[in-house]
């Protein structure tokens, strides 16, 4: 991307603010560290179990990712970068690191998008260096039984989909879908994060990092929106904000975790019902 474009984007910035009305919002810029599990081609420290010589894909350059998220940051644009590998993720967090410190002390909100399968010790810097979490949940349930045969069983039980570690290591946690990748349904998404029951399953898959209903709930709504410096607008019912919100068809939490049980009845936007 061009100076001019990245100056252009910092002018709209400071003139308007990010939100261009109820509907538009300015976020900022994306870019991919690596490529994806299920391709062998996520960036990892040890080589694939089912593929041995090989690592996975670094998709950028170093110095070239670097210097782009340098520009970016300078620009007052938000950054988030895809990284599913275990190195891919050490990576981002490494440059995220040299770039607040090159660009000085302010509120990036820096993202890693995915951060499927982390390195021992790697949810914890999420946390201590504030960078925001944006995890997918529904990805879980197509991806445990690859993980187990691409990454081996202590690898994949050990740094898959660490939910419940990221929470504890005071990331911002932002629960979402990545469709159309995947559904958009956010009620299965939760229902992913709470139990961790991929397809043909009987028990969850790594069940210590699974979330409570209060954990996803937050993760995706008032955090999700935090995620996006948007927690003034919408994320919650408060006074000043858009009063977007469901109805649905149960106000029993326990129901949440099974398959079918909840539904939505109505659908609010800026207060005025939308669905049905």
């Known amino acids: 991307m061009s ?28 870019a991919f560290a690596d490529g994806s599990l299920g ?27 670097f210097n782009m ?32 410190l090159k660009n000085g002390k302010r509120d990036r ?7 499927q399968h982390l390195a021992p010790g790697t949810a914890d810097r999420f946390g201590q260096q504030g960078i925001v979490a944006s995890v997918q949940p529904d990805h879980l349930l197509d ?33 979402g879908s990545d469709w159309p990748v995947t559904s958009t349904y956010p009620l299965r998404a939760i229902r992913t994060a709470m139990t961790r029951i991929p397809p043909g399953w009987d028990t969850a898959w790594i069940p210590s990092e699974r979330l409570s209903l209060n954990d996803a709930l937050i993760a995706h709504t008032i955090s999700a929106a935090r995620a996006c410096f948007l927690e003034n607008e919408i994320g919650s019912l408060s006074t000043g904000k858009l009063a977007d919100f469901v109805v ?21 936007v800026g207060g005025i019902q ?3």
Not at 5 to 17: C, M, N, P, S, T
Not at 80 to 98: F, Q, R, T, V
């Open 39 to 65: 391709s062998n081609s996520a960036l990892l420290h040890e080589p694939y179990f089912d593929d041995p010589h090989n690592y996975g894909l670094q998709v950028l350059e170093f110095e070239s990712l």
């Open 3 to 30: 100076a001019d474009i990245f100056l252009g984007h910092q002018g709209v910035i400071h003139r308007a603010g990010r939100a261009l009305s109820n509907w538009i919002y300015l976020g900022g810029v994306k």
């Open 109 to 115: 909100r820096f993202r890693i998008e995915h951060a």
């Open 274 to 276: 939308a669905y049905p």
């Open 143 to 175: 991806d445990a039984d690859a993980a187990i045969r691409k990454l081996g069983v202590d690898r994949a039980q050990k740094g898959s989909y660490l939910f419940r570690s990221l929470l504890s290591s005071n990331a911002l946690l932002a629960l």
């Open 248 to 268: 649905l068809s149960s106000d029993s939490w326990d129901e949440f975790a099974t398959v079918g049980s909840t539904s939505v009845n109505a659908t609010y």
């Open 69 to 100: 998220t340098i520009a970016s940051d300078m620009s007052g644009l938000q950054v988030a970068i895809h990284a599913i590998g275990d190195k891919a993720n050490d990576l981002i967090l490494d440059m995220y690191e040299s770039v607040a």
